[in-house]
């Protein structure tokens, strides 16, 4: 027998009475367990194995399967349902964690996976922070805590510390100030402004009780939102259905958001 908390990333359908569910652990591995009698109305435990449910899971092994023994209730992230955009949102997570965590995570290493994926989804939750913040914070912090952090701390060819303006390469990791020149890579480099290295730099540097405690305008924000996206795609080398779903039901707001938003050049606020 073997008991951890978890969090459900997935949930599929397995014969006619039971599924399989993918459960993140407390150790940040990905474990598939089976759930018995999953389809029965009076199943007991049926609300604390769907999707993106906390709890506690006991589980037994035989052979190379795990199956489900008992559960018990941490939090069930049941909210997120009543918002298509954040339970699209999500999906995406949880795609990207499946994806992630069982190619690149060494369970050896010390990092936090779980908590980025509590924290993240109780304020998709609650909406205390916007979808298109939480996005790219999810991104970058999650590479750190994989060990592919990307090099934000000077510019690579001269060490400017903070310029008005610079390029971030993705297939690098790194940025050059507008001085040095985009580097010359297979992909463009994406140009940015101090505020919006100042927030990249927050997303992978700060402490837990801290990551979520910023303000971005929206021209930065989106700048933030490109690198991330596009270097979570070139380094984990994946291109996610959740995503595009995402992208789809939410283009058309954004849009709408940024022709009356008025942007201004000191919209960033970190503390």
């Known amino acids: 027998m073997e ?5 459900v990333l997935a949930q599929r359908t397995a014969g006619d009475r039971g599924k399989f569910i993918d459960i993140l652990t ?34 037994q092994q035989r052979q190379n399967r795990f199956y489900l023994d008992s559960t018990d209730p941490i939090r069930i992230f049941y909210r997120l349902r009543e918002s298509l955009s954040r339970l699209s949102l999500a999906m995406y997570f949880s795609e990207l964690l499946r994806q992630s965590v ?60 903070l310029p008005k303006r610079l390029y971030f390469s993705v297939e690098e990791g790194c940025f050059s100030c507008q001085d040095c020149g985009a580097p010359k890579t297979a992909y463009a480099p994406i140009l940015l402004r101090a505020p919006a290295l100042q927030a990249m730099r927050h997303m992978i540097f700060a402490d837990f009780s801290r990551l979520y405690n910023f303000r971005l305008g929206a021209e930065n924000l ?11 795609r070139y380094h984990l080398d994946v291109r996610l259905d959740t995503l595009e779903f995402y992208h789809k039901i939410t283009t058309p707001l954004q849009l709408m958001e940024e022709t009356t938003h008025e942007p201004t050049s000191s919209d960033t606020g970190i503390s």
Do not use: I, W
Request: include cysteine; charged fraction near 25%.
């Open 3 to 7: 008991t951890y908390r978890g969090l």
């Open 26 to 59: 407390e150790k940040n591995t990905l474990q598939e367990v089976y759930v018995r009698g999953a389809k029965k109305a009076s199943a007991s435990g049926t609300s604390t194995t769907q999707l993106f449910s906390y709890a506690t899971f006991s589980v």
């Open 102 to 161: 069982r190619e690149y995570h060494n369970p050896g290493e010390n990092c936090e996976v779980m908590r980025l994926a509590l924290n993240t989804l109780h304020y998709l939750e609650n909406g205390q922070r916007e979808e298109g913040l939480l996005k790219p914070v999810f991104e970058l912090r999650l590479m750190t805590e994989l060990g592919m952090m990307p090099d934000l701390l000077m510019c690579r060819c001269c060490g400017k510390f």
């Open 222 to 232: 989106a700048a933030v939102q490109l690198c991330a996206e596009r270097f979570v």
